[in-house]
């Protein structure tokens, strides 16, 4: 079973940038690709963006290519998403997920493992 952990949310001012980590149990991240997501009150859960498998490819949701960067350290097998000129509109609870050997795409029902959430409120 994978763990995941989250942290590093937390308040900031519009225009301002944060940091997320997710910390895994994972041997090798290799084996997993692995996703952000976000879920605002009464909203459903939204893609954020995702790095592949092995390979390493990474992918976004429109809403926050050339604001947000996913990257991974295999040394510490820990995720990261860095975000920048953060909008109000950022706001919500930030998820890691993982799926083992397949690119799952943007769909929260293909990733098999999921953290228990970290909470980022953008606000001045």
């Known amino acids: 079973q994978l763990q995941l952990v989250e942290s590093g949310g937390g308040l900031v001012q519009p225009g301002g940038s944060l940091k997320l980590s997710c910390a895994t149990s994972a041997l090798t991240l290799d084996y997993y690709s692995i996703g952000w997501f976000r879920q605002a009150p009464g909203k459903e859960r939204e893609f954020v963006a995702l790095i592949r498998w092995n390979a390493g490819t990474t992918y976004y949701a429109d809403s926050v290519k050339g604001r947000f960067t996913i990257s991974r350290d295999n040394a510490k097998n820990t995720m990261y998403l860095q975000m920048i000129n953060l909008k109000p509109e950022d706001s919500a609870v930030y998820y890691c997920?993982?799926?083992?050997?397949?690119?799952?795409?943007?769909?929260?029902?293909?990733?098999?493992?999921w953290g228990q959430g970290t909470r980022v409120t953008v606000s001045s």
């Open positions: 997920a993982a799926a083992p050997f397949v690119l799952p795409g943007s769909r929260p029902q293909r990733y098999d493992y």
